[in-house]
C-alpha cells in the first residue's frame, strides 16, 4: 500500500499527544479482548495493589506533607489520604468491578429486516476516555478499572496535589495489566502538572473520545466551554425536597434529614428544603427544629421565617443566591410555595437537574411532580441520596452525568459503551 | 416567593436568545404531552401542507430564481426546489412519523432494589433541539415532525439559499400545530441570516440541550469545534468495502457497484473499494469493467493498475488524499491489501467511521472484520447503501451519528430523547 500512517512518528507530538496515540493503540488491542481477559488484568491489579501497599502508602505520604505546608484543610487533607486500609478497599472495588457483567458484545437491539438482512445492534467500547479530576487518589484507580471492564484506554489527569500518588498507583497498576498480557498504554497518566496538559486534553478531538470531568464546579464549567472533545458533565447537585399539601409528617421529616444530613459534602444531598403553604404551619416547626438538631442552618424565605419564632433553629434570611448555591455543607435553602406547580417552577429554575424529592400521600401529587420535574433522578416519597451507582445497583459508578446527552444520572459500566450496527446479508444490493 | 425569574423580560434579549427562550417554554408544555395529541398535531400538519401548497411553492420559487441569478449549479437547484407533488411526498412524510411509536415514556430498564425501592428509567424529551442544515427544504418539516413527536421544541436554522421556502413553511406548520392547540412556539425558524445567528445558537449552552449540524463537512466541523451546546456530529461517510480473499465474484461485483453507484451523492455511498492480494487478478478486472460501465473512475494504487490493463476502466494515480476523500461522485479509490488486517488497518486509518462493508464466504473473516472494524455500521455481504433510518426498520431518521456519544448510526425518534430515574419508595433514607 501507498499509504503513510499519521500515527508515526510520536516524535514530533507533545508529550499529551503521544500519550493520547499510546492510548488509542492500546484501545484497539482491548476492544474485541473477551470478559475473562480483561478480568484477569483487573484481579492482578487488585493483587499487586495490596502487595505493593508501602509503596504506595510513602508515596502519598509526600502529597500529604506537601499539602500540610500549604495549609490544605484537614477535610481536603482527609480525602487525599491513603492508609493501608483504604488501599484495601480500593483492590476491594477493583475485584468487584471485575465480578460485574461485561458491558462489550451485549446486542442492544436487533431484528431481521423485511428483505431477510440480519441486524443487530451491539455495544463496543468508546475507545479513549479522558478523565479530569481532583483530589482523591482512588478515583485513580475506580476509573481505571472501569474503563478497562467496558474495553476502554484511559487518560488520567488528576490534581497536581496528588501526583505522587497518582504516580505510584499507575505505575502499579500498569505493571499489572502489562503482566497480565493487556498493554500498559491502557492505563496512563497524563504527562504535565500544569494546565496546559488539560488545555491539550480538552482539544485532542479525534484521539480521545470522550472527557469525563469529576470535581467543582469550576474545572466543570472550564471543560464543558473549552473542549472540542465531546464532555459528559457530572456531579452538580443543587437538590430539593419538596413537601406536599397532603404529607406524611413523619416521613417527610426523615426523608429531609436524611437528604441533608446524612452526608452534606456530596452531590446527592439536599440543598433547598420547599414546603406546601397549606401544610406550612404544621411541618415547618418541626423541621426547623429537627434540622437544628442535625447542626443545620436554614437560609428560610420570609414566609418560612413565619414559622421559626419559638424553635430551636439557626435561620438567616435567604438571597436570591441561596437558591442557586450548592452548599455541600450544613446549610440548606427554605422556602414556602403556593402549590406544587410553584414548587416545579422552582425546581425548574433553580435546580441543577440532579436529584429532587417529593414526599406526598396523594398519587395525583406523586405522578405530577415525576411527569413535570426534569432532572436525572425524581424520588417520591424516598431521600436524595439514592442517586447513586451502587444504590441503584449498577455495582460501581464512574460519576452522576448532569446532562441529557448519551448518559443522566448514575453512570456505570454500559454508560461507558457506544454500540455498532452489525448487518448481515447475502448480497443484499438496494 | 421570593424568586425572580431569569426567564423574563425576554426584550433584553437578542432575537435568537428570545427564542431559544419560547422554545425552552415551549418544551416545558410539549413534554408531557400524551401520544394522541402530538399526532393530532402531525396530521394537521399534514393537513396544512396540502390545503396551503401553492403558497409554500411560490415562496420557494423566489428561492430558484435568486439561485440562477446567482449562477447555482442545476444539481443544487434540483434539491431546493418545490413541486406541489415534493410537497405532498412531504406531508405524507408526516403522516407517516405521526404513525410511529411514541418514544416518551418507554421504561428503558426497571428493578425492584433489595431494599425495596421501585426503580425506573424512563425516556424523556431532549428538551430544546437546534438543527443547523444546509439548502433542502424538506429537512424544515421532517425535523420539526420528529422533535414534535419525541416531545421536543426544534430552533431550524437552515441555510439562507432557502430562506424563502423556510419560512412559508414554518409559517405552515405554526398555524397548523397552534390551531392543533399546541404551542407555536414549538418550531421557529432561527431569525437572523447571517453567520452570527449559528454563532449565538452554537453558545446557547443551558437554552439549547443538543445540536446537529446536518450539511457539508466544513459546517459541521465549525459546529462542532465552536459549540458549547454539546453537539452530534453526521453524515460524513467515507466508505470502504472490502473484497476478501475468499469470495463469491459475482456478489463481490453486485455489492461494489450498488455501493457506489446506486446513489453516489449520499453519505452511505462507497469511495474505497480494497481488495485482498490473493484474489486481486481473478476480480480486479471485472470489477474495473463494471466500474466503468456505471461511470465511475477510479484512483487506483500502483498494485490496482496493474490490473487494469485491457480494461475499459478510466483509472489515475492515487494520491494520499484519495484516501480520506469523500467523493460523493462518480469516483471511488481503490487499493489492493496483503490482508484482511491490512484492510482493517487502512479503514481504521482513513475511515471516517460510517459504513465499511466485507464480501466474503468466510466465517472467519466476517468475524475478524465485524470485530475488529469500528464504524457505525458493519456490513457483511450487503452493500453499504443500507445505513438509513428508513431501511433499518427506523421509520424515519434525522440524520446519521458518526461520532460514539449518545447515538451513533441512523438516528430515530429514540435518539431525540434522554431519560430519567424515577426512585419510589415508603419513606425510604439511606
Redo the contacts between chains.
Keep these: 500500500?501507498?499509504?503513510?500512517?499519521?500515527?508515526s512518528p510520536y516524535d514530533n507530538l507533545s508529550p499529551v499527544a503521544q500519550a493520547a496515540y499510546r492510548a488509542r493503540a492500546a484501545a484497539?488491542d482491548i476492544?474485541?479482548l473477551p470478559r475473562a481477559a480483561k478480568d484477569d488484568a483487573l484481579l492482578a491489579i487488585a493483587d499487586a495493589l495490596e502487595v505493593r501497599t508501602s509503596e504506595i502508602v510513602s508515596a502519598n505520604a509526600e502529597d500529604v506533607a506537601r499539602a500540610r505546608e500549604a495549609g490544605t484543610s484537614e477535610a481536603i487533607i482527609d480525602r487525599l489520604t491513603l492508609t493501608p486500609e483504604r488501599v484495601r478497599a480500593i483492590a476491594a472495588d477493583v475485584r468487584h468491578v471485575a465480578a460485574l457483567p461485561d458491558p462489550v458484545g451485549e446486542v442492544v437491539r436487533g431484528?431481521t429486516?423485511?428483505n431477510g438482512?440480519d441486524?443487530r445492534?451491539i455495544r463496543?467500547p468508546?475507545?479513549v476516555v479522558g478523565i479530569i479530576y481532583e483530589a482523591r487518589p482512588n478515583v485513580t484507580v475506580d476509573a481505571a478499572a472501569l474503563c478497562l471492564k467496558s474495553g476502554n484506554a484511559v487518560l488520567l489527569r488528576g490534581s497536581s496535589s496528588a501526583y505522587s500518588s497518582n504516580t505510584a498507583l499507575v505505575r502499579v497498576v500498569r505493571d499489572a495489566i502489562g503482566g497480565a498480557g493487556l498493554p500498559a498504554d491502557a492505563v496512563q497518566l497524563v504527562p504535565g502538572e500544569s494546565r496546559d496538559s488539560v488545555t491539550e486534553l480538552m482539544r485532542a478531538?479525534g484521539m480521545v473520545?470522550?472527557l469525563i470531568p469529576r470535581g467543582g464546579a469550576g474545572l466543570i464549567r472550564t471543560v464543558?466551554?473549552q473542549s472540542?472533545v465531546?464532555?459528559?458533565e457530572t456531579g452538580t447537585g443543587n437538590c430539593h425536597v419538596y413537601v406536599d399539601a397532603e404529607t406524611?409528617i413523619p416521613?417527610a421529616l426523615?426523608?429531609l434529614i436524611?437528604?441533608k444530613a446524612?452526608r452534606p459534602s456530596v452531590c446527592n444531598a439536599a440543598e433547598t428544603l420547599l414546603v406546601h403553604q397549606d401544610i406550612a404551619a404544621e411541618f415547618l416547626p418541626r423541621a426547623l427544629d429537627a434540622l437544628a438538631d442535625a447542626g443545620v442552618t436554614v437560609h428560610a424565605?420570609?414566609r418560612v421565617r413565619e414559622h421559626a419564632e419559638g424553635t430551636k433553629a439557626t435561620v438567616v434570611a435567604?438571597t436570591?443566591e441561596d437558591?442557586e448555591t450548592e452548599y455541600l455543607s450544613y446549610d440548606i435553602a427554605a422556602?414556602?410555595?403556593?402549590s406544587l406547580d410553584?414548587a416545579v417552577a422552582?425546581i425548574?429554575?433553580?435546580s441543577s437537574g440532579h436529584t429532587e424529592a417529593i414526599v406526598t400521600t396523594s398519587q395525583a401529587a406523586?405522578r405530577r411532580f415525576?411527569?413535570?420535574v426534569?432532572?436525572?433522578?425524581?424520588?417520591?416519597?424516598?431521600?436524595t441520596?439514592?442517586?447513586d451507582g451502587s444504590?441503584?445497583?449498577f455495582g460501581a459508578e464512574i460519576g452522576i452525568s448532569t446532562?441529557?446527552?448519551?448518559a443522566?444520572?448514575p453512570m456505570g459500566l454500559p454508560e461507558l459503551t457506544?454500540?455498532?450496527?452489525?448487518?448481515?446479508?447475502?448480497?443484499?444490493?438496494?
Design positions: 500500500m501507498t499509504t503513510s500512517s499519521p500515527l484497539t476492544a474485541p431484528s429486516l423485511p438482512i441486524l445492534q463496543v468508546l475507545g478531538r473520545d470522550v464543558v466551554e472540542t465531546p464532555v459528559i406524611d416521613m426523615d426523608i436524611n437528604s446524612q424565605d420570609e435567604a436570591p437558591w422556602a414556602v410555595v403556593d410553584a422552582h425548574r429554575l433553580w406523586a415525576t411527569q413535570l426534569d432532572s436525572t433522578t425524581v424520588a417520591v416519597n424516598a431521600s441520596r439514592f442517586t444504590q441503584f445497583g446532562q441529557k446527552l448519551h443522566r444520572g457506544s454500540t455498532k450496527y452489525i448487518v448481515t446479508g447475502d448480497g443484499h444490493t438496494r
